[in-house]
Structure formats: structure tokens, C-alpha cells
């Protein structure tokens, strides 16, 4: 199966700042096939981006996805209150579908 | 407005059975791939099982297949998972999911927590 590492592990920032989250694949994710999610405190993931970088329905354009292969990316462009969460990596190109252990963006 | 709506978690010994329900609305439920997440505590959530449109092809992690059983209900928009000679790494919070064709999750339950301990 794909594993899916992401950095770092929790990432400090501030109301305002830019946040740039990593997720690594143990082998290349074919045709792009990779999600994010963020889960808030207490609640359920909440789909942010599927194909490497389409933004779901409702989600603000601070939010972005990029890679391809083995390196994607999720950058916040600047960081609002509500951001502050975890955020997980899944891929769906191969059997079975793996997520990553996520990184938590924190104040 | 999509909903997904949870229910039949508890405490189990292991070697026991317990069995989650999903109540869908919101949706033409009957269009949809649907699925189970679990996530134990502290971790990344783990997909565990899907089942298409008309339940003639369902999947499963190896961590379960063989002991969890999926099955949905078109008619009544519901979901079920039945939960056989459970473990206790099978402890975590289970998340009924709309599986967009065995790809990405777009709507996710509240889940319901299963413990697994003697």
C-alpha cells in the first residue's frame, strides 16, 4: 500500500500567516488521485481538495493544492482563526486508499 | 443539505459483534458509492469498507475482511456495518461516508465511537 508521510508533524503559526503543509508518498500517486481534509477539534474531516488541487464545494480560495508524483502540497494563504485544525492527506490512486497521520496547524 | 447520521456504537468484549447504522438524507442516496472511515484515538482516520450503488461489489481493508460485513438499503437510505469477532485495535470513532466512486469522501458523519475492551 502507499504510505502517506506529512510534515511537520505541528506547525505554530499565526492568525494572518502563510501555512505550507507537506505530503509525501512512499510511491508515485497515479493521475494525481490525492485529497486533503482538515478536522477540527471534536469533529468530523471536512473535504478541502481532491485531483491534487480542485477546491471543494464552499471552500475559500485561501486554499490550495499543488504536487504531483510523490510531493503535494497544501498551502493557506493566510491563516484565519478557524484554520487552525488538522489537516490530512489521502491518496486514491491505488488499493487501498491511505491517509496520511496529518499535521496540526496550531496558534 | 447532505446528512449523515450515525448510530449503534457502544463497549463490546472482544470477540463480539456490534452492528452501526448510517441514516442518509439530503441526497439521492441511491446514486452514491457509500463507505466506512474509522479513527483511532490520536490517529489518521483508516478507510475500512465500501459498497457501490447496487451492492453488488463491496471492499474491505485486510484488517477487517472476513469479520465486517457492509450492506445498504436503497430504499430506506440507510447504511449498515456488522462488526463480528471484533478486536480491540478495532477500537476508534466510525464514520459513516459518501464515497464519490471509490476516490475521495465529500460528506462525513459525526461518527460513533466503538470500544472494544475486556
Known amino acids: 500500500e502507499i504510505v502517506l508521510t506529512q510534515s511537520p508533524g505541528t506547525l505554530s503559526l499565526s492568525p494572518g500567516d502563510r501555512a505550507t503543509l507537506s505530503c509525501r508518498a512512499s510511491?508515485?500517486?497515479?493521475?494525481?488521485?490525492l485529497a486533503w481534509y482538515q478536522q477540527k477539534h471534536g469533529q468530523s474531516p471536512r473535504l478541502l481538495i481532491s485531483?491534487?488541487?480542485s477546491r471543494a464545494f464552499g471552500i475559500p480560495d485561501r486554499f490550495s493544492g499543488s504536487g504531483s508524483g510523490t510531493d503535494f502540497t497544501l498551502t493557506i494563504s493566510r491563516l484565519e482563526p478557524e484554520d487552525f485544525a488538522v489537516y490530512y492527506c489521502q491518496q486514491y490512486g491505488d488499493s487501498p486508499r491511505t491517509f496520511g497521520q496529518g499535521t496540526k496547524v496550531e496558534i | 443539505q447532505e446528512r449523515l447520521v450515525e448510530s449503534g456504537g457502544g463497549w463490546v468484549k472482544p470477540g463480539g459483534s456490534l452492528r452501526l447504522s448510517c441514516a442518509a438524507s439530503?441526497?439521492?442516496?441511491?446514486?452514491?458509492?457509500m463507505g466506512w472511515i474509522r479513527q483511532a484515538p490520536g490517529k489518521g482516520p483508516e478507510w475500512v469498507s465500501y459498497i457501490i450503488t447496487s451492492s453488488l461489489y463491496t471492499n474491505y481493508a485486510d484488517s477487517v475482511r472476513g469479520r465486517f460485513t457492509i450492506s445498504r438499503d436503497n430504499a430506506k437510505n440507510s447504511l449498515s456495518l456488522q462488526m463480528d469477532n471484533l478486536r480491540p485495535e478495532d477500537t476508534a470513532v466510525y464514520y459513516c461516508v459518501r464515497d464519490r466512486s471509490g476516490s475521495y469522501f465529500d460528506h462525513w458523519g459525526q461518527g460513533t465511537l466503538v470500544t472494544v475492551s475486556s
Open positions: 485531483g491534487a488541487s
Open positions: 439530503g441526497f439521492t442516496f441511491s446514486d452514491y458509492y
Open positions: 510511491r508515485s500517486v497515479s493521475s494525481n488521485y
